[in-house]
């Protein structure tokens, strides 16, 4: 955890080279975002060869499916035996987030870029929460130029350490005393609020709060649809109140897209 | 063990419903400005759908409710939190102090 990412050290580079972007991506995943991805896929891993699924089989799913919700309700529901609509209804809930991330991410990493259809479906299939929090709050510094290396070299860290976290925890477990490791899997999540907490846009800022409020309140009572209800409800009101906010500041209103 | 449509074909259709919000996506970012009121809101859903997940993974890990497993995170978040606020919002301050007051409640048996 020595090399913990930190906001400056983004606002001191005027302009990167591509190689430097990409190693400023890489380096900034080195640490906290890779650590945290590396122990959540083992925790992965593990849950997946007690279900009994082969290696091939886990190993691909981390690596086609790249959102841990998903992989676990795909792996539980599978395993109860639950009908197939069912099984990709729950997948599809437990990520849908990845529509409204890809929606707002794509043009973060593409800094203004002019590529395919095929080549940006591809990049988008490496966004995920911690990729997609990491580039709202390191983007803005970069030079636009920039953007998509530092992007590929973040993500590079990112799925390396994903892979290899599932390989481990399927293969021995978690390497770590469970005591050590509820103190590990604490940090990931701890690391991601506390960015998204630090988004800049005051609605951004209400949505978090309503968010993580309502995913908390409802999520007891309705399980893992709470974070789709919590989303659009939290979502929808934190724009309603910017709205009324940037209206009595005078503001004029930006336009429909 | 698992049945053979519980193994890759499932799996496969896993990946599908996964793939096509990541496609929808790139269809939709194609078709709406950044500066527009549906980005904004767009955003907001997302920024909202983050902290949802996050706040209950800190919380509650294993989808466990209960107060008595709950609390330690509870409190331990809260101290990151506020010494978060407290350093001008130095991440590394708030994560490190949270993880420490974790840890410590963790050695301590809670």
Known sequence: ?257 | MVEPLHGWGLMLLAVLATFVWRFAGVLVAGRITEDGRLFAWIAAVAYAMVAALMARVVLMPRGDTAWETMWPRALALAVGFVLWRLAGKRLVIGLAGGVAAFAVLVALGY
């Open chain 1, 1 to 257: 955890m020595d090399s913990m990412p930190d906001r400056t050290e983004v606002e001191a580079e005027p302009s990167l080279s591509t190689r430097a972007a990409v190693l400023h991506g890489a380096r900034r995943c080195l640490g906290v975002p890779a650590l945290g991805i590396g122990l959540s896929m083992m925790g992965f891993g593990a849950v997946a060869h007690d279900l009994g699924f082969t290696a091939p089989q886990t190993i691909a799913t981390t690596a086609l499916v790249w959102g841990l919700p998903g992989q676990l309700a795909y792996m539980e529901l599978a395993t109860a035996g639950a009908p197939v609509l069912v099984v990709m209804a729950a997948v599809a809930f437990a990520n849908m987030r990845m529509l409204p991330m890809v929606v707002t991410g794509l043009p973060l990493i593409l800094g203004g870029r002019r590529l395919g259809f095929l080549a940006r479906v591809a990049l988008v299939q490496f966004v995920a929460v911690t990729v997609w929090t990491q580039m709202n709050n390191d983007a803005p510094a970069l030079p636009r130029r920039a953007r998509l290396p530092f992007y590929l070299g973040f993500v590079t860290v990112l799925y390396t350490a994903g892979l290899s976290g599932t390989v481990i925890g399927y293969s021995g477990g978690t390497l770590l005393p469970d005591p050590a490791l509820r103190v590990a899997v604490f940090m990931t999540p701890l690391y991601l609020l506390l960015l998204v907490s630090a988004a800049r846009h005051p609605t951004n800022k209400l949505a978090v709060a309503l968010g993580a409020a309502l995913g908390l309140g409802l999520y007891p009572v309705i399980g893992d649809v709470a974070v789709l209800a919590a989303g659009l409800a939290g979502g929808t009101v934190a724009c309603a109140a910017g709205g009324l906010l940037d209206r009595r500041r005078g503001q004029g209103e930006p336009g429909d897209g």
